[in-house]
């Protein structure tokens, strides 16, 4: 009923990844993949940090679920009256703790992940005697709210 859940979700085109010889492109898949794990890990530490605590349960609550094959985290908090505590309610003031936490996240995130991308281009060009150019293109991490059970 009050649990609540939210998504995180990297989009990544890469146009000229495949100038990326295989084992690069591995590597940088595997990279990518621990920098998407490490930022679910990252906002559970900090929604546990700034969760107001009366017994425990709600901090114990909160989790984070990786999708690796979508690059996207689900943070949430099963404790069923975690929305209140997000959202507020007519006689309580919200406290968010789930939304602070990723929008840290999501920006840490996506500077990790387009940093391990410009490395492994730039790794590549040095070494691409032709000098061609490679274009990049990431679009932001997306928000999407999945909304309370």
């Known amino acids: 009923m ?6 995180v979700a990297a989009t990544i085109e890469l146009e000229d990844l495949d100038e ?12 990518v993949h621990n920098i998407v794990e490490n930022a679910g890990e990252n906002m559970v530490t ?9 017994t425990g349960n709600l901090m114990a609550s909160i989790f984070a679920d990786v999708d690796e094959d979508n690059l996207s985290v689900t943070l949430g908090a099963t404790a ?8 507020g309610t007519v006689k309580m003031r919200a406290q968010p703790f789930l939304q602070p936490a990723v ?6 995130m996506n500077a990790r992940i ?4 410009v490395q492994r281009m730039d790794d590549q060009l ?15 991490v997306a928000i999407a709210h999945t909304g309370t059970e």
């Open 2 to 7: 009050g649990q609540v859940r939210l998504q």
């Open 20 to 31: 990326l010889p295989d084992e690069q492109s591995q590597a940088l898949e595997e990279e």
């Open 46 to 54: 900090y929604a546990q940090g700034i969760v107001p605590v009366r």
């Open 80 to 87: 069923d009256y975690a929305s209140f505590i997000e959202y």
């Open 103 to 108: 929008d840290i996240g999501e920006e840490e």
């Open 114 to 117: 387009e940093e391990a991308i």
């Open 126 to 140: 040095s070494s691409n005697e032709e000098g061609e150019d490679v274009q990049m293109e990431m679009e932001g």
